[in-house]
């Protein structure tokens, strides 16, 4: 009768359970910028709840060093809104979905509002908000 061990049974070619690798020798995981960047640009997708019909979706971009990214992320918001609230829940969001997903550290989110859509009325006059 065969014995079979190791932590899931496998065994190499003599019937040996495989030997363990050092963690400095098993390698290492890769994450490329640009999915760093789409997930920083969902998250702020999450933080924004529905945007305006004429609104461009979140994009960001990305600077990774190490294990730390530095976000910028582009948005375009609703007016009026409390502009300061709308970016401090981007960039909580952008910070904790990147942690979770990722495991990078994130000192840095900027947050770039690129275009203000005001709230109107259908059949409303266009005209100037003040």
């Not at 960047?37 to 461009?56: C, S, T, W, Y």
């Not at 275009?115 to 266009?126: E, F």
């Amino acid at each position: 009768m065969t014995s079979v061990s190791g932590r899931d049974g496998a065994v190499d070619a003599r019937g040996r359970p495989p030997a363990a690798v050092p963690p400095g020798e098993r390698g290492a995981t890769r994450i490329a910028d640009r999915v760093v960047a789409k997930i920083a640009a969902q998250a702020a997708r999450e933080a924004l709840g529905p945007l305006h019909p004429d609104a461009a979706p979140p994009h960001a971009t990305v600077v990774v060093h190490h294990e730390a990214v530095r976000v910028r992320v582009h948005l375009e918001l609703d007016y009026p809104c409390d502009i300061g609230d709308r970016c401090l829940r981007v960039r909580r969001q952008v910070v904790q979905r990147v942690r979770a997903l990722v495991g990078m550290e994130v000192p840095e989110v900027a947050v770039q509002v690129e275009r203000l859509h005001p709230a109107q009325a259908h059949g409303a006059a266009q005209g100037r908000t003040r």
